[in-house]
């Protein structure tokens, strides 16, 4: 197999959950553990039942552009998502609702 196809086979990079992210699951009273979707970030657990599976792989998310980029482009960015996201990140117990409260 040549480098290019063995990249396209390659395991995808699994996400790692931040701090910024346990704590925001700690102040809405879930858990959150890697997603066993490879193309999700986030499993949401609540009394050990599954509720969602939030945030697709491959784009950044509010504490990953703060590490990358600074606070500054993090708030951009954050102002960007809840303006695209403004229909569905309101409406509790959806997967939307969970990517807002715990991703950004």
């Known amino acids: 197999m040549s480098n290019k196809t063995s990249k396209l086979y390659a395991s995808p990079k699994r996400y790692v959950i931040t701090n910024y992210t346990r704590k925001q699951a700690k102040k809405m009273g879930v858990v959150v553990k890697r997603s066993e979707n490879p193309a999700k970030k986030l499993d949401v657990y ?14 950044n998310d509010y504490p990953t552009y703060w590490k990358k980029y ?24 959806t997967d939307g ?3 807002d409260k715990l991703l950004w």
């Open 46 to 59: 609540k009394d050990g039942v599954k509720i969602s599976t939030c945030g697709a792989m491959g784009y």
């Open 97 to 99: 609702y969970y990517a």
């Open 70 to 93: 600074g606070k500054r482009f993090a708030d951009t960015r954050r102002k960007l998502y809840r303006q695209r996201h403004e229909k569905d990140r309101h409406i509790k117990g």
